[in-house]
């Protein structure tokens, strides 16, 4: 009922909108073209007394104060817009009907409407200048012109008439007839204004209000193929009709505005009185509801209060009293199991969340199958991480420190993970394994891994910040990245099981890792061949592992293009050189076990995170060493 009331009710006030709009643009519109038309006729009775005066008469013949008195004859025929009669001469004389004293050096083959009859074509003997204000009444004004000819065909001189626009259009000064508050505004057809209620806007162009309708209705105007045309829009904060008409000879364009409100105030009532009846039917037909619900819908309204005390407070309430054994009552009683199961399956979610990715536990609840033991290949992206030096690091810390530091480096590094839409699938002490593609499988799973390794490279600053400000030591991290195919799925017993993948190539990710040093990321060939036209890299090392024939390039990043946009700081700068050298002795380590008897060598340069050492025999790159100081 409240749909039906509010359609026919906008029906209503849409239908009698657009009757008031058309009504206004009619109006408008007829308003418009009359007083162009009365214009029009004035210019067209003006030019035919002047045709006949050129015709009928020998100016040529008669003097000076016989032209004088003719002149103030035709302008008394004429009357009313009528401001002056005039002749101009080829010697420059000038003769008119006022008696007012001419400026000082008057020539009236100077003025516009001379010079226009001269360079008019041939055969034509008539004609008009461009709208303008006069100078003496600073009216808008057209001077009607036409050319004298002698018997031989020479020029004798041209005579004029200035017509008052406004006084010809007889009541564009009185406003829109059909409507309080209309203004009528005379334009030339460059929207110049020539008249308007405000004598400020004169001589401007009408869309120097800056207003966007005035501004349209400007290039409308200035558009000679437009003859006429009608607004309804916004300016000066409220709604306007506003229209122009182009009078046909005169190069004049009439423009009508009037405010809106004065139009829609009929329908405003109208409006008022129908939403009132609508609003009371509204009111009476949702008191009645309010009583029927009440003695019929109490089950169903315990039923929406605790659906809504489920979705907004997160929490589940007391199971809902079985009131009636109907239909009403079988769906109160599947509520309270569809309540018990969700209340069942959020414990299993968020205890089961700590300890594996959202989108793993989505998977094993959402499908049938998620919790069976099996997997199938899939090509993934695998990403070792381990902090460099921890084991040595950590019997220097108290126990409650290892537990602190760790905490929070896991904690920062598992947040960039899920970010990056990784999955955990394992924390081996201070090393992370994870993989990208599964259980989602993503297009781009090789620079999700190689974005996630960079952001994670970068957040390392702020974790050494909280360690030294609490007193711990500085961390730093070795990521090595390698994409392959590999067994993935839940792995285990029925007893116990994981989410988790199988296959060499973990292996070999964490043999890439092993060759990294601290803020260092190595990804393998099949990692960079995907992703090689947006990774950034410093170096390439060839590196020969044990059980693969040939070396395998590991590439060095540091950077990664758009969409994700992460670059390392540059750290290419060189080590600082010791006054004294420091003599060390070094071993080849695999594994933390040495592999060669022991090497001397000095310490000649040493920064964070780089040094130098001088010595006899030649260390591979990659090769890991141990460095003891002598002294």
């Not at 988790?500 to 260092?520: D, K, P, Y």
């Amino acid at each position: 009922m409240t749909l039906i009331l509010s359609a026919v009710s906008l029906t209503g006030y849409l239908l009698a909108r657009n009757l008031l709009i058309d009504q206004i643009k009619n109006s408008g519109k007829h308003f418009l073209s009359a007083a162009a038309g009365e214009i029009s006729s004035r210019a067209l009775q003006v030019q035919s007394t002047l045709a006949l005066l050129a015709a009928t008469e020998n100016l040529a013949a008669i003097n000076n104060s016989q032209r004088r008195l003719l002149f103030v004859a035709i302008k008394d025929h004429l009357a009313g817009s009528v401001t002056s009669v005039f002749m101009g001469f080829p010697d420059g004389k000038f003769i008119r009907a006022k008696t007012t004293t001419l400026p000082m050096g008057f020539d009236p083959r100077k003025r516009p409407w001379y010079i226009d009859a001269l360079n008019q074509p041939p055969g034509v003997l008539s004609g008009m200048t461009d709208p303008y204000l006069d100078s003496s009444t600073n009216r808008p004004t057209i001077t009607i012109y036409q050319k004298v000819l002698g018997d031989a065909g020479e020029l004798v001189g041209i005579l004029g008439v200035d017509l008052d626009i406004s006084l010809a259009s007889g009541n564009m000064n009185l406003g829109f007839p059909v409507l309080e508050g209309g203004q009528s505004i005379l334009v030339n057809t460059n929207a110049v204004v020539l008249l308007h209620p405000d004598a400020t806007q004169i001589g401007s162009d009408i869309g120097i209000t800056g207003e966007a309708l005035d501004i349209q209705l400007s290039k409308d105007i200035k558009n000679p193929e437009l003859q006429h045309k009608q607004y309804v829009g916004r300016r000066l904060n409220q709604a306007w009709y506003m229209g122009f008409f182009r009078t046909k000879d005169a190069r004049l364009v009439l423009v009508l505005s009037v405010p809106a409100k004065n139009v829609f105030e009929p329908l405003r009532l109208l409006t008022v009185q129908i939403l009132s009846l609508d609003v009371s039917m509204i009111t009476a037909l949702l008191v009645l509801l309010s009583i029927v619900s009440r003695k019929i819908a109490k089950p169903i309204i315990d039923l929406k209060d605790s659906a809504i005390h489920v979705t907004q407070a997160g929490s589940y309430c007391d199971p809902i009293k079985v009131r009636t054994s109907d239909e009403v009552g079988q769906l109160t009683s599947a509520f309270n199991e569809m309540m018990e199961g969700l209340r069942q399956r959020d414990f299993i979610r968020d205890t089961f969340g700590r300890y594996v990715t959202k989108e793993v536990v989505d998977e094993l609840l959402d499908t049938s199958d998620g919790l069976k033991l099996g997997g199938e290949v899939r090509e993934v992206t695998i990403m070792f991480i381990d902090i460099r030096g921890f084991t040595p690091l950590c019997k220097q810390l108290g126990p409650d420190q290892v537990i602190a530091i760790l905490n929070s480096y896991l904690s920062r590094m598992s947040t960039i993970i899920g970010k990056y839409k990784g999955t955990i699938n394992e924390f081996i002490g201070d090393a992370i394994l994870t993989f990208f593609g599964a259980p989602v499988k993503f297009g781009d799973s090789p620079a999700r891994a190689v974005a996630c390794a960079l952001a994670m490279q970068l957040s390392m600053e702020e974790v050494n910040r909280e360690n030294r400000n609490r007193g711990l030591p500085s961390l730093s991290m070795g990521i090595g990245i390698n994409t392959g195919d590999v067994i993935v799925g839940n792995i285990g017993s029925e007893e116990r099981a994981k989410y988790g993948i199988v296959g060499h190539h973990i292996n070999l990710a964490s043999r890439v890792e092993g060759m990294t040093v601290g803020g260092q990321i190595l990804i393998t060939p099949s990692t960079y061949e995907q992703i090689k036209d947006g990774v950034i890299t410093r170096a390439v090392h060839p590196v020969k592992f044990k059980g693969v024939e040939e070396k395998i390039d590991l590439y060095d990043v540091i950077g990664i293009n758009s969409p994700y946009n992460l670059m390392l700081p540059d750290q290419t700068t060189g080590s600082f050189p010791l006054k004294k050298p420091i003599p060390v002795t070094l071993h080849r380590m695999k594994g933390k076990k040495e592999t060669s008897s022991e090497m001397k060598a000095r310490l000649t340069q040493f920064s964070h995170p780089r040094a130098t050492l001088e010595g006899s025999d030649r260390i591979d790159p990659l090769q890991e060493v141990r460095i003891d100081l002598t002294e």
